[in-house]
């Protein structure tokens, strides 16, 4: 694990999950049931149910992630979340892997989410096209990947995914990774890995970006142009 004060702009830092930090992450088997922050910010994702995600050893570039398997595999938050930068280390499957979110009531890869609000239609999220959408928590909002200015994110290939939000996301309000809005009757859930969740509470300049995608590039093994 990195120490907190080697990325750049600490005090801005909301919170840090890491998968390759096996102390953060706590197992019943295979599935992780909690995953706190990597800092000891006191903030931590729960999911108490046989659908937690697991851990896929060695899964980006020799480092660890948490694996989400679409359907309830998904994280929620314990405590209220202030979100304005956003960066996600992750990688999607390949684009002929067929989204486990294939039946009546589940969307497959539209509008699979990999960030959100607990129970409210709001979050961040995909098309099968391999775009992110750009509404609700990205409405207006700067997309990046790998340092680039696109809305387009990789299959199959480990990225960073950057979302400069045009606000503040309510602080108050809790949070799921690996889903889009955590709602129990709709299933908008991530397909794949997420080694590292990076939470500003305010905005990042271009250069206080930059600095940290390649802080995250170097530490990943990712190319940031």
């Not at 992450?25 to 910010?41: L, Q």
């Not at 149910?49 to 694996?67: C, Q, S």
């Not at 409405?139 to 990225?159: E, H, K, M, R, V």
Request: glycine residues 12%.
């Amino acid at each position: 694990p990195r120490p907190p004060d080697a990325l750049p702009c600490p005090e801005a830092i909301f919170l840090r999950l890491d998968a390759d930090d096996a102390g953060s992450r706590t197992m019943d088997g295979g599935n992780v049931v909690a995953w706190a922050d990597a800092d000891g910010r006191g903030i931590t994702f729960t999911n108490n149910t046989a659908t937690a995600p697991g851990v896929r050893i060695g899964a980006i570039n020799g480092k660890n992630t948490v694996f989400f398997g679409g359907l309830l595999h998904r994280m929620v938050s314990q405590q209220g979340v202030a979100a304005r930068t956003v960066f996600i280390v992750n990688k999607f499957p390949p684009k002929s892997a067929a989204h486990p979110n294939t039946t009546v009531g589940k969307s497959g890869w539209n509008y699979a989410g990999i960030m959100g609000d607990v129970g409210v239609d709001c979050g961040i999220r995909v098309l099968a096209n391999g775009t992110w959408i750009k509404n609700d928590w990205t409405d207006s909002a700067d997309i990046y990947c790998n340092g680039q200015l696109t809305t387009s994110f990789n299959w199959d290939t480990p990225q960073i995914s950057t979302f400069a939000l045009t606000r503040t996301h309510d602080g108050t309000a809790r949070i799921v990774v690996g889903d889009y809005w955590g709602s129990a009757n709709h299933y908008r859930s991530y397909y794949g890995d997420i080694a590292e969740v990076l939470i500003y509470d305010r905005h990042l300049e271009d250069a206080e970006r930059q600095a940290v995608e390649a802080c995250l590039g170097a530490k990943w093994g990712i190319a940031v142009e």
